[in-house]
């Protein structure tokens, strides 16, 4: 496919990779570069990347899957819509999460009306062909997710649509990769930073973040020749002692991002503080609907509840999202906890570093 | 979850565009974009087209690394 076959030409990876090589025996130290956004780990294992570079470059994951940094607590509100009666639309990635023993997908099991669907939108369409129904959209995602949902609630007060509402569990990516750093512990040399994310936000949010942590930053688009490019660019800035963000996915990545998208999701939605699994609550990283819009609120309409829930015994996923430890080094993976019988959720989403991990076949 | 693809625009009706991702055809939504055309590629993610790739900067970009890597 075009634009995508180009990005994944063998010998212009292979002659890339020569210089990142060379730039790391140059540093001659252990270079550790998190790649933020799950959608990039899942291009790394799928294209068995991290094999090709010198043995002192550890490449880590990060907060970035939406599924796998939503908390027992947000789930719930979801768990509760569909055990009310409520028809919950939902993308795929969810529906296996555990949560005291049951899942979306256990429920559905039951007889609960859960259904997956691809784009917000169906759930808009579905919600108008069946108006004695009332739908309730789990709203999971980061930036480049949110605007969606907030045209869909835009549209839904267009044409009167009356019978969608939505739990907002959204998550705002520059505050929790300004608290990954604040923490400090981990060290890390560099930032991968999330394409289609910035796709929407633009550059300029993580200018203020690289230049208070002083570390080389590049949004990076997620084929391969963009991923091992833009680890070239994060070493080259090491060795020429620069730290600033950089773009490499310049196809897509425009300096101030969609500005009509960022301005829809404005429109629908603010900043309010939020919980992550593995970081904890961040002031200002999550989004609520507006005022104008409480109406679309399935958490306020229908008196959900949150109930707080501890993590599985065992399940490093929280650690993991922080990118302290990894997956090989949990008792659980891939011994009791794998894709068909996941403990956390960094295993049962696409983009969870555990189920990364699984399906790259990595023992150790 | 950030999953975005390419696609070629055929068709624009609206806020709705058919777009071709190497031959499978699906509809997409193109709210968060002003002023598409037809052959435009645009990134989709979740059934909305959430940027247009910029043609020329990616040749560009493509011809700069084969000059510098690719023996």
Redesign the interface.
Same mark, same amino acid.
């Given at each position: 496919? $075009?634009? =995508?076959d180009? #990005?994944r !030409?063998g010998?212009?990876v292979k &002659? =890339?990779v &020569?210089?990142v090589n060379e730039l790391l025996e140059e540093l001659g130290r252990e270079v550790k570069i998190m790649e933020v956004?799950? @959608?990039h780990t899942m291009a790394i294992a799928r294209h068995g990347l991290r094999n090709l570079f010198r043995r002192n470059l550890d490449l880590i994951s990060g907060p970035?899957?939406? +599924?796998c940094v939503t908390p027992g607590s947000g789930f719930s509100l979801v768990f509760q819509a569909a055990e009310t009666g409520r028809t919950v639309a939902t993308?795929g !990635?969810m529906m296996r999460v555990p949560l005291n023993g049951r899942s979306l997908s256990t429920l559905r099991g039951e007889g609960f009306d859960i259904r997956v669907v #691809? /784009?917000? #939108? !169906?759930a808009l369409k579905m919600a108008e062909e069946e108006p004695e129904k009332e739908f309730v959209m789990a709203g =999971? &995602?980061?930036e480049? @997710?949110s605007?969606?949902f907030a /045209?869909v609630i835009l549209?839904c007060n267009r044409r009167g649509v009356r019978n969608l509402r939505l739990i907002s569990l959204f998550r705002l990516m520059p505050p929790a990769l300004n608290t990954l750093l604040e923490a400090g512990d981990l060290q890390i040399d560099g930032l991968i930073l999330?394409?289609? +994310?910035s796709? =929407?936000i633009g550059v300029k949010p993580y200018v203020e973040i690289v230049e208070k942590h002083g570390v080389p930053a590049v949004v990076t688009g997620?084929e391969p +020749?963009d991923i091992v490019?833009s680890i070239r660019m994060i070493l080259r800035q090491l060795v020429e002692n620069r730290r600033m963000v950089e773009n490499e996915y310049? $196809?897509?990545? $425009?300096h101030e991002g969609?500005v009509?998208?960022v301005r829809?999701m404005q429109e629908v939605f603010k900043p309010v503080d939020a919980e992550w699994r593995g970081l904890g609550k961040i002031a200002g990283s999550g989004l609520a609907l507006r005022e104008e819009f409480r109406l679309f609120d399935a958490v306020e309409a229908y008196g959900l509840k949150p109930v707080e829930t501890g993590e599985p015994p065992g399940c490093l996923c929280g650690e993991v999202i922080r990118g302290s430890r990894k997956p090989v080094e949990c008792r659980l993976y891939r011994k009791i906890c794998r894709p068909d019988n996941p403990v956390g959720p960094c295993m049962v /989403? /696409?983009?969870g570093t555990c189920a990364a991990y699984y399906y790259a076949g990595i023992e150790k | *979850?950030?999953?975005?693809?390419?696609g070629?625009i055929e068709e624009v009706r609206g806020t709705e565009a058919t777009v071709s991702?190497?031959g499978t055809r699906r509809s997409v939504?193109l709210?968060?974009?002003?002023n598409v055309s037809v052959g435009d590629?645009v990134?989709v993610?979740?059934?909305?087209a959430?940027?247009v790739?910029?043609?020329e900067?990616?040749l560009q *970009?493509?011809n700069t690394?084969?000059e510098?890597?690719?023996?």
């Open positions: 496919m $075009r634009f =995508i180009e #990005y !030409d010998e212009l &002659g =890339i &020569g210089k956004c799950g @959608t970035g899957c939406p +599924v993308f !990635d #691809y /784009s917000p #939108y !169906d =999971i &995602g980061f480049t @997710t605007p969606l /045209s549209e999330p394409g289609h +994310v796709t =929407i997620f +020749v490019e310049t $196809r897509t990545v $425009r969609n009509k998208a829809l /989403s /696409s983009e | *979850m950030c999953l975005g693809i390419p070629r991702f190497g939504r709210d968060l974009l002003d590629y990134i993610h979740a059934g909305f959430i940027e790739l910029d043609q900067t990616a *970009m493509l690394l084969r510098v890597f690719r023996e």
